[in-house]
């Protein structure tokens, strides 16, 4: 049995995507729901566990908050807006330039906009996980679990 | 996303599990049946 080269989970920034109708939930933006008290799991439709060497499976993420907004994934949408937060990734894992590929995920710190205390209230408890109240991005700190 | 120029893939085998576990149900406590109101003493 080989040896884990870390026994703590890489924390990094990504962005969910809520729905604007129905109970709020988080969703990778192609579509697939991250269970809620459940590890969110990679697949691929390839013959290997994610995230794949030289394929694009894997759950993503940016290395940090400053990363993850000059990819533009906060940017809201017409039919669901986004909340940004920390997650902690666990599992085969691909470290990168400006972030990961991941086997594993489950959110860790969400930062949902104050006009919507209500679902931020209902990701808190859905979850069971740290929900801020923010809309400026800049005033988010960067190094948080 | 784009993440850049990856590197090798390494385990992580957190010595926790990172996921919350989720909050036992409270459940309502009974309604108390109102005690019977009770006479002053006369002394």
Same mark, same amino acid.
């Given at each position: 049995?080989?040896?884990?080269?870390l026994v703590r989970p890489i924390i990094a920034w990504r962005a969910w995507a809520v729905h604007r109708k129905g109970p709020p939930r988080l969703e990778s933006f192609n579509g697939a729901p991250w269970p809620p008290h459940h590890r969110m799991e %990679? &697949?691929?439709?390839?013959?290997? $566990?994610?995230?794949?060497?030289?394929?694009r499976c894997g759950l993503y993420a940016a290395k940090d908050k400053p990363t993850l907004i000059e990819l533009g994934y906060q940017h809201y949408g017409d039919a669901w807006f986004a909340v940004i937060g920390t997650v902690k990734l666990w599992g085969g894992l691909i470290p990168a330039e400006w972030g990961y590929r991941a086997e594993y995920g489950y959110p860790a710190t969400?930062?949902? #906009?104050? $006009?919507?205390?209500?679902? %931020?209230? %209902?990701? &808190?408890r859905t979850y069971g996980v740290r929900v801020r109240l923010s809309n400026n991005l800049a005033l988010i700190p960067n190094e948080e679990e | 996303m784009e993440i850049?120029?990856?590197?090798?893939?390494i385990t992580v085998e957190p010595l926790e599990d990172p996921v919350p576990r989720r909050e036992p149900e409270r459940e309502p406590e009974p309604e108390r049946e109102p $005690? #019977? &109101? &009770?006479?002053?003493?006369?002394?």
């Open positions: 049995m080989s040896q884990p080269d %990679a &697949r691929c439709n390839k013959s290997h $566990e994610p995230p794949g060497v030289g394929c969400l930062h949902v #906009p104050y $006009e919507i205390p209500d679902v %931020a209230i %209902a990701l &808190r | 850049g120029k990856e590197k090798k893939k $005690e #019977p &109101r &009770r006479e002053p003493v006369k002394t």
